[in-house]
Every structure is written in structure tokens, then in C-alpha cells.
């Protein structure tokens, strides 16, 4: 009986050990997938990319525009998260009152540089097609590029990423970053799907207050993003501020309109 024992115990320790050993050569790849945050950072302007009409295009020709610029880094046989982002994306340009063109402008850059150029042509088509923009409009680039330049703009943004060779997939973070009209990064949001408010409060706040109504640039002025709750949240201490500022206009509007009804009662009784 003992020997039965020792013999079941044995067969479990080994099975259990050929089946570490299996799990552990189907992971994939041991690389980070991350972003790094490098707020401040200025994506250089020479970096080349060919853009869907099939032209050489620079980073600067695109940026050099006067208004924000969002950043993605996806690929176009993605099997799922590429397609969440972008539509994501896509959802949080048609819910916001901003203008794709006119107070933005969205960069997506292709990952696999093995990409034919007719598929990324068709997304491009696919996403301006949903929002109702012209397929030639240039508010919306789709770009590829050589390996070595997609891992410089990686690398400036902070985006981690890699190939897996056994799923012929690359694994990248769901993130989409906001970089001025001088190429400086100035937010990054998370996810597949972007908040209404923080998705116009982060375009806001790129464009220096130079986009945007005068209601616009009150909310920005309300608003702060906290890094811990990676969300724009209300600054109590701008709001009580702006508060006071209303209350004092409409007492001084309140004392205008009394002084000018006794200056009439006055005018009256003479």
C-alpha cells in the first residue's frame, strides 16, 4: 500500500512537472508592454512616414498645423484591440462639439511596417467614411513607415510595445496621446474608450487656450487632470474662485439696475 502511494505520488509530481514546463513555453514572449509617460517631450519633426494617398510625409508637415494632434500606434490586421481603439476614438470625435479639422487633428501610425498600403488606405476611408468626412480629407493621416522610425516615435511617446513571432501579433498598450502644434507631449489617455469630458478637456488644454469658446476655456480653468485617477476632475479651489467672480458681477450688475430705478423714481417725483 505504501509502495501505491509512493508510486501515485511520484506520477502527480511528474505529470505536474511536465505541465509547468508546457504552460510556461506557451506564454508569450517576456517583454513589457507599457507606456512610460514623457510629458515635455518633443517628437522630432525629420521622422518620415509614407502617407495612405502613397507620399513621403513628415512628422512636421503634419503637426506644423497650428492645432492639437492625437497620437496612435496601432496596426490594421490587429485582431481586436487595434479595432477597440480606433473606434473608441472614432466615438469620442463624434460625441464632442470640437471639429475634427478645424481644432484637431489625428496622426495613427501603423506598427507592422509589413502592412500593403491599400489596406491602410481603406481604414482611413472606413474611419472618415463613420464621421462623415471626405475620404481625401487630410485631418485624419494613416501612415506606415520603416521599422526603425515606428521605434523612434514609440520611443519618444513612451510606448512600449513588441512582435510576438509565435502569434504573429504585436502587443501594444490601448493608449492615445495629445502633442501641441509645437510637438511637445501634453497628455495621454487610457483605454478603449475616452470619456466625453476628458477627451475635449485634454484637446483644450493642448491647444493653450487657442481652440475653443470662452465657455470652453472657463471649464478647462474648472478643471484639473489628476495623474492618480489618470481623469480631469473639478479644482474645488478655481471653482469657489470662479464662483466669487460671478457673484461679484451680478451684485454689481444688481446695485447698476437699483441706482438707475431710484434715478428714475427721482426724476419722476421732480
Known sequence: ?????????LIILFVSFLFTQ??????????PINVIEKLGNNIPLNLEFINSDGSLITIGDIIDNGIPTIITLNYFECPMLCTLVLNGLS?????????????FQVI?????????????????????????????????YFLKGTNQNISKLADILGVEYYYDSDRDEYM?????????SQ???TRYLYGIAYPSLDFKL????????????????????????????NTYT??????????????????????VKLWKNDTLIERKND
Open 22 to 31: 508546457t504552460v510556461k513555453k506557451e506564454l508569450p514572449s517576456e517583454q
Open 183 to 185: 510637438s511637445k507631449i
Open 108 to 140: 495613427t501610425v501603423d506598427l507592422n511596417p509589413n502592412e500593403p498600403l491599400g489596406l491602410i488606405r481603406e481604414k482611413k476611408e472606413n474611419y472618415l467614411g463613420s464621421l462623415n468626412v471626405n475620404k481625401d480629407d487630410n485631418s485624419w
Open 1 to 9: 500500500m505504501k509502495l501505491q502511494n509512493r508510486l501515485s505520488y
Open 172 to 180: 501594444h498598450p490601448a493608449v492615445i496621446t495629445f502633442v501641441d
Open 91 to 103: 466615438d469620442a470625435i463624434k460625441k464632442s462639439d470640437l471639429m475634427l479639422g478645424k481644432d
Open 202 to 229: 485634454a484637446i483644450l488644454e493642448t491647444g493653450q487656450g487657442k481652440i475653443g469658446s470662452t465657455v470652453d476655456k472657463i471649464l478647462l480653468y474648472c478643471y484639473h487632470y489628476d495623474p492618480y485617477k
Open 234 to 255: 473639478l479644482f474645488a479651489t478655481n471653482f469657489m474662485r470662479l464662483g466669487g467672480i460671478f457673484t461679484i458681477i451680478f451684485l454689481a450688475i444688481m446695485l
